[in-house]
């Protein structure tokens, strides 16, 4: 359930393939305590919560014995959620934001609107089909989960890079460090819903 004081949600979701339970409070300092049984997923999980200053609480168990398809995909749909949960009537945010993150030799780009409209734009291409052990489709199917439960319309672009490792992170920090301003307080809204329409939630 969300809880408005603090803008937190806790959330799980099971079903014949994956069992997820996620608890998040936006309005945190980035703690991170991941467990999903896939460690380069895990350590995307944690650039997200740590440079989104959103605490992260996330158990998942799939069937990897199959593949991380169901488990990476899951987990982004009940942390997106939690999220929409914890926004609640998104009254009083910043509702856009957009970044150009580097690392190394990579940039990437994340804009975003906490729209209550759920779409993703995805422009980054890998040149390799996994990073360790990891399928790089995957990133994507996560951010479509994300996004699609999240209420968000989320456009991601990466403009350059070599290592898909780095390209893989800067699109978890870059989603990260946009959602950050998104989500706080515009101290000239007062809360009130940032649109013409008087609501963001679908």
């Known amino acids: 359930m969300p809880n408005p004081a603090k803008r937190s949600a806790k959330l799980a ?8 339970k996620v608890e998040i409070n936006l309005d945190g300092t980035g703690k991170y305590d ?3 049984g896939v460690g ?3 350590h995307m999980l944690e650039q997200l919560s740590r440079h989104s200053l959103i605490d992260m609480k996330i158990r998942a168990a799939g069937d990897l014995h199959i593949d991380d398809h169901h488990t990476v995909e899951d987990t982004g749909i009940v942390l997106g959620q939690a999220i929409a949960r914890a926004l609640g009537e998104r009254k009083g945010i910043n509702r856009y934001a957009s970044i150009d993150l580097a690392m190394d030799e990579t940039l990437t780009r994340a804009a975003l609107d906490v729209s209550g409209r759920p ?3 995805w ?3 890998f040149s390799r089909p996994k990073i360790g052990s ?3 489709e995957l990133v994507r199917e996560f951010f479509q989960a994300l996004a699609q439960n999240a209420g ?11 290592n898909n490792h780095h390209i893989a992170e800067t ?3 870059a989603v990260a460090r946009a959602l950050r301003v998104a989500i706080e307080a515009d101290p000239r809204q007062k809360g009130a819903v940032p649109s013409t329409k008087g609501t963001l939630t679908v």
């Open 13 to 20: 979701r099971k079903t014949n393939e994956t069992d997820i």
């Open 34 to 36: 991941i467990e999903t």
């Open 40 to 42: 380069f997923f895990d």
């Open 119 to 121: 779409y993703l734009v």
């Open 123 to 125: 422009q980054v291409a």
């Open 134 to 136: 990891f399928d790089t």
């Open 152 to 162: 968000i319309t989320l456009h991601v672009a990466n403009h350059y890079g070599d």
């Open 171 to 173: 699109c978890f920090k």
